[in-house]
């Protein structure tokens, strides 16, 4: 059904940037000096980014979550976002869509963690109508009892940023760097990696999903579509971004953390 001009009219604009391959820290930079330098709702569709990364909730530790030797020998980067959220391992099969919004972007949209997600999961039921068995699953997006994609977010005095990270596809290899989290989602059942997500590439092209993603949003936002280059940071803008690369001395020191807990486990069992 045709949407009437005069309810168009009414929708809040939201600026769509485009990318092909971004690398994640990169756009993680971008997001955040939008969401704390903007005062424009933003969607940003990153289409895979260039390398393997594993990425970070804000207090997330590098000791209980990933297998650190592993990443030391193969020298995968560790990114520590500044949204909260789990961890997780992105790659060129990677698809990335984020909403930054003003308070009042969404009507009556109460701006905490619970309402943002449902409603975003409301969005996504346009997306996925008809495929497969979606639904929202405690902070997952999921297919039957199966994650595809991830979710976090950041909430701000006037703003807030909801980001995801559905896997289109995965590389198997790449799920090993991660450890089974201590906190995990009721309906993990304490299943692997490999039996706990699947892809997206089973239920949808993913041209069809980017595109069936901006068309949701236009449900919701009146868009407008942006060049990359429109929104580069000033000259002179004062900006100092949280998100950061983790160094090698501070993956070192995580790899001693976790061999030092490792042995102390052991010796209670001796």
């Known amino acids: 059904m045709a949407v009437p001009q005069a309810h168009k009219l009414r929708l ?62 193969d020298q995968i980067p560790v990114i520590r976002r500044f949204t909260g959220g789990g961890t997780v391992v992105v790659d060129p099969g990677t698809v990335f869509v ?14 905490y963690p619970k309402p943002i997600m449902s409603w975003s999961s409301l969005l996504y039921n346009k997306v996925f109508r008809g495929i497969g068995d979606f639904h929202l699953r405690e902070n997952d997006y999921v297919f039957g009892n199966c994650k595809f994609g991830g979710n976090a977010q950041s909430i701000t005095k006037n703003r807030w940023i ?18 089974l989290p201590a906190r995990a989602p009721e309906y993990r059942l304490a299943r692997s990696h490999l039996e706990f997500i699947c892809g997206m590439k089973d239920y949808m092209p993913r041209s069809i999903f980017i595109d069936k993603t901006v068309d949701a949003t236009k449900t919701e936002f009146s868009l407008r579509l942006r060049e990359s280059e429109a929104i580069e940071t000033p000259s002179n803008a004062k900006f100092c971004h949280s998100t950061r690369l983790l160094t090698m001395q501070e993956l070192e020191a995580a790899a001693a953390l976790a061999s030092s807990s490792e042995g102390s486990l052991a010796e209670s069992f001796s």
């Open 12 to 73: 809040p604009l939201m600026n769509l940037v485009r990318f092909k391959g971004l690398p994640i820290l990169q756009q993680l930079h971008l997001e955040e000096r939008l969401l704390r330098t903007s005062s424009e709702n933003w969607c940003i569709i990153n289409d895979g980014t260039d390398q393997p990364a594993i990425v970070m909730g804000v207090s997330g530790k590098p000791a209980e979550l990933l297998e650190i030797e592993s990443v030391l020998c």
């Open 98 to 111: 984020t909403f930054i919004c003003n308070k009042d972007a969404v009507a009556d949209l109460q701006p």
């Open 162 to 179: 909801h980001h995801t990270s559905f896997l289109w596809d995965y590389e198997v290899r790449n799920m090993a760097y991660l450890k």
